[in-house]
T-cell receptor, first 110, second 117 residues
Framework: AQSVTQPDIHITVSEGASLELRCNYS??????LFWYVQSPGQGLQLLLK??????LVQGIKGFEAEFKRSQSSFNLRKPSVHWSDAAEYFC????????FGAGTRLTVKP | KAGVTQTPRYLIKTRGQQVTLSCSPI?????VSWYQQTPGQGLQFLFE???????NKGNFPGRFSGRQFSNSRSEMNVSTLELGDSALYLC????????????????FGPGTRLTVL
């Protein structure tokens, strides 16, 4: 069965520093992959998605993610973090239904 | 275009009661999915409706049910509430299946926070 693993429960970075959030998936074929962000008390907002083609995808708010089939990974990156990026980030695999990782909580230090 | 709306935003119930949550999808979206989010279990898929039919169902007891109306609005119902049902219930809508660019891309509402006492 498909599954998603986000190894890091909580990450703290300084404002202006680079960010990488890890995501590994388990699925037999090339999956549809997503990154969502959730601010406190809010629903989920789609940051970016990968269906096929170019393995480096650009999203909103300056985020990008790279699909690496050999590593079954879809890591999210941002070159310079802003204080407003503090939130919970979810990686997801879309097949017949959406399977989410446990989430990574991002704290941004001033 | 208005986003996904969910009502009510907050709800307090007692054990044994039942509750109905409502979701209005984005205009033109015909698929509606429901999720339960808790600190312990994370985001779990409840069910998906398309054209008033349940297309997919997660691993939840029969106390959890849903339906979809002809205008694509959806409701979910939880009967005989238990303390463990306290959660944020999220609704997501998406375009009809088949278009590759829109496959499974879901747009989420703000959720309904259910507290069971």
């Amino acid at each position: 069965a498909q599954s998603v693993t986000q190894p890091d429960i909580h990450i703290t970075v300084s404002e202006g520093a680079s960010l990488e959030l890890r995501c590994n998936y388990s699925y037999g074929a090339t999956p549809y992959l997503f990154w969502y962000v959730q601010s406190p008390g809010q629903g989920l907002q789609l940051l970016l998605k990968y269906f096929s083609g170019d393995t480096l995808v650009q999203g909103i708010k300056g985020f990008e993610a790279e699909f690496k089939r050999s590593q079954s990974s879809f890591n999210l990156r941002k070159p310079s973090v802003h204080w407003s990026d503090a939130a919970e980030y979810f990686c997801a695999v879309g097949v017949s239904d959406m399977r989410f990782g446990a989430g990574t909580r991002l704290t941004v230090k001033p | 275009k208005a986003g996904v709306t969910q009502t009510p935003r907050y709800l307090i119930k007692t054990r044994g009661q039942q509750v109905t949550l409502s979701c209005s999808p984005i205009s033109g979206h015909r698929s509606v999915s429901w999720y339960q989010q808790t600190p312990g279990q994370g985001l779990q898929f409840l069910f998906e409706y398309f054209s008033e039919t349940q297309r997919n169902k997660g691993n939840f007891p029969g106390r959890f049910s849903g339906r979809q109306f002809s205008n694509s609005r959806s409701e979910m119902n939880v009967s005989t509430l238990e303390l463990g049902d306290s959660a944020l219930y999220l609704c997501a809508s998406s375009l009809p299946p088949g278009g590759r660019s829109s496959y499974n891309e879901q747009f989420f509402g703000p959720g309904t926070r259910l507290t069971v006492l």
